[in-house]
């Protein structure tokens, strides 16, 4: 499997509930990232948690990282509709200034 | 808020024609980078620019790609002779410095190859 993968693929939830997704990743890295993808408009970042770091909050996202199973998890608490957007978490590689790698993504759809 | 924006938003080239996409990063941002995300795909890394520099470079980023900031404020992405596997959104982003910051996107652009 490739550099950053989430799962699941796709999550359908009703207003209110939480949304977990999970991100697993194959190399050593600095940081780790979510992105948040509306269809047709760029990417918009959430949270960055650093490898030394395994546990930060904003808002209602929580974010988890377990460097030794080179996992994460992004938790949307208490969702709302205009959650519904893809997730992508991103990894930095030990060893790179400036390169980004992306994660397949989880397709997250809030209904009402 | 500053954000990145990039012109234009939808391109429609003929295959084997040069391709010029446009970006404005943000202005106190020092590292530029360029994405693509084929349809359905995921987004893969391009390039990444600094200190009027290529920093990195993906597998992707052969020799018909090619970057520039022509001036204080442009970052342009050119493909010297389009296929249409190059058909795909693109996306330029920026941080104030280098990957251990957030970047921040611009909304892409739609590049379709015929």
């Known amino acids: 499997s490739q550099q950053g993968e989430e799962d699941p693929q796709a999550l359908s939830i009703q207003e209110g509930e939480n949304a977990t997704m999970n991100c697993s990743y194959k190399?050593?890295?600095?940081?780790l990232q979510w992105y948040r993808q509306n269809s047709g408009r760029g990417l918009v970042h959430l949270i960055l948690?650093?490898?030394?770091?395994r546990e930060k909050h904003s808002g209602r996202l929580r974010v988890t990282l377990d460097t030794s199973k080179k996992s994460s998890s992004l938790l949307i608490t208490a969702s709302r509709a205009a959650d519904t957007a893809s997730y992508f978490c991103?990894?930095?590689?030990?060893?790179?200034?400036?390169?980004?790698?992306f994660g397949t993504g989880t397709r997250l759809q809030v209904t009402l | 808020e500053p954000e990145v924006t990039q012109t234009p938003s939808h391109q429609v080239t003929q295959m084997g024609q040069e391709v010029i996409l446009r970006c404005v990063p943000i202005?106190?941002?020092?590292?530029f980078y360029w994405y693509r995300q084929i349809l359905g795909q995921k987004v893969e890394f391009l390039v990444s620019?600094?200190?009027?520099?290529?920093?990195?470079k993906s597998e992707i980023f052969d020799d018909q790609f090619s970057v520039e900031r022509p001036d204080g404020s442009n970052f342009t992405l050119k493909i010297r002779s389009t296929k249409l596997e190059d058909s795909a959104m693109y996306f330029c982003?920026?941080?104030?410095?280098?990957?251990?910051?957030?970047?921040?996107f611009g909304d892409g652009t739609r590049l379709s190859i015929l």
């Open positions: 982003a920026s941080s104030e410095m280098g990957v251990r910051q957030p970047q921040h």
């Open positions: 190399t050593s890295i600095n940081n």
């Open positions: 948690i650093r490898s030394n770091e």
């Open positions: 991103a990894t930095d590689a030990a060893g790179t200034a400036s390169k980004l790698t």
């Open positions: 202005s106190n941002h020092l590292y």
């Open positions: 620019f600094y200190n009027n520099e290529i920093s990195e």
